[in-house]
């Protein structure tokens, strides 16, 4: 979007309701009310031409839909039968039970279509954005925002940072899936849009997204640490305060959606994050799991009753493959080989 329309629609938003109306009426006065507007904020005159052309499409949208309206209006009439019929009272039954039915169905519907696309209009809301990042497709990237924040994205994500209205609150809208350590500032607030609903954080590390399980799409919020406000979009609004170790989780299914809240179990981790990390008593078969996606190879063991030994310590994507394979062998009493691309562990 260019500058001048980013404005445009910053001044728009700063309108009354009342001076809002009137400029796309067509009253006689509205030459005086863009006079009051620039005297009020000069920025008003590098936006004239923009505003003249969406008033024009505002009006022929108004006209159209006017236009419209009569014309189906007038096909009606014509098709009605002005001649007087005596009404029965079995008809007149009928004719009540019909309007009622059409009452429930209108009503129904509309509350269907509230709940489902409301949502969605919030998340795809057009918004000045300051800077813009995606991930690559093979792995998960960090970046720090403009108030440094970190955030890590996940393949195939997306984020956002807003020019909020509100200039002391900080926003970002992502698609895919996230992990944030936020910068904490009480007076400006951190708001994340997602496509289910806005998280609202001070200061507080968690993740959120749409990850795939067993075939369905589950979006999830997911606190480490500090406090969150989860705001949920739709007709029936939900919303929740998060406290540590607990995630909630929409669950996809194609009859409703529910929300559940869950315990984050002590060995749980997201494998695609490009973290260091702090084990405790992990099985060596997820700990080489985890390795595999930072590496992108492949690790076997030569007896399988080796995946059932545990371990305890750090790794760091940071580190080379042998560097974190000698710490996890030498803490074991293993010994690992390449051979040709794969990696094989076994006792010494």
């Known amino acids: 979007m260019k500058d001048n329309e980013v404005l445009f629609h910053t001044l728009l938003k700063q309108l009354k309701n009342q001076e809002f109306e009137q400029l796309i009426a067509s009253y006689t006065d509205r030459e ?20 003249r052309d969406y008033i024009s499409a ?26 007087p019929q005596p009404i029965s009272r079995y008809r007149k039954i009928s004719r009540y039970v019909a309007t009622t039915a059409a009452v429930l169905f209108i009503s129904t519907f509309a509350l269907w279509y509230s709940s489902k696309y409301y949502q969605r209009d919030q998340f795809t809301r057009e918004q000045p954005i300051s800077h813009s990042w995606r991930s690559s497709n093979s792995s998960s990237d960090m970046i720090l925002l403009p108030d440094s ?5 996940n393949k195939h994500s997306r984020i956002s940072y807003l020019i909020p209205s509100d200039q002391h609150t900080r926003q970002v809208k992502i698609t895919g899936e996230a992990y944030f350590e936020v ?10 849009i997602t496509q289910h609903g806005i998280i609202e954080v001070t200061g507080t590390h968690f993740f959120t997204g749409t990850k795939k399980t067993g075939g369905r799409s589950d979006f999830y919020v997911e606190l480490l640490e500090g406090k969150v406000m989860f705001n949920a979009f739709g007709f029936n609004a939900y919303s929740h305060a998060l406290l540590p170790k607990n995630r909630i989780v929409r669950t996809d299914k194609p009859s409703r959606y529910e929300w559940n809240i869950e315990e984050i179990g002590p060995e749980e981790h997201h494998l695609w994050l490009r973290k260091a990390i702090d084990y405790h008593h992990v099985p060596l078969a997820k700990l080489l ?48 080989k390449k051979i040709n691309k794969e990696y094989l562990i076994k006792k010494h």
């Open 32 to 51: 005086a009310l863009l006079k009051t507007l620039i005297a009020r904020d000069p920025r008003w005159l590098h936006v004239l031409p923009l505003l």
């Open 58 to 83: 505002k009006q022929h949208s108004k006209s159209y839909f006017e236009n419209r309206r009569s014309t189906a209006w007038d096909n009606l009439q014509s098709n009605l039968d002005y001649t």
């Open 149 to 153: 924040t970190k955030v890590w994205l």
């Open 183 to 192: 910068k904490s500032s009480v007076d400006n607030p951190f708001q994340v």
């Open 289 to 336: 799991r985890q390795l595999e996606e930072w590496y992108n190879c492949k690790i076997t063991l030569d007896q399988t009753q080796l995946a059932n030994l545990h371990f305890s310590g750090k790794i760091s994507p940071k580190q080379s493959l042998d560097e974190n394979l000698d710490k996890i062998t030498w803490t074991a009493g293993l010994s690992y």
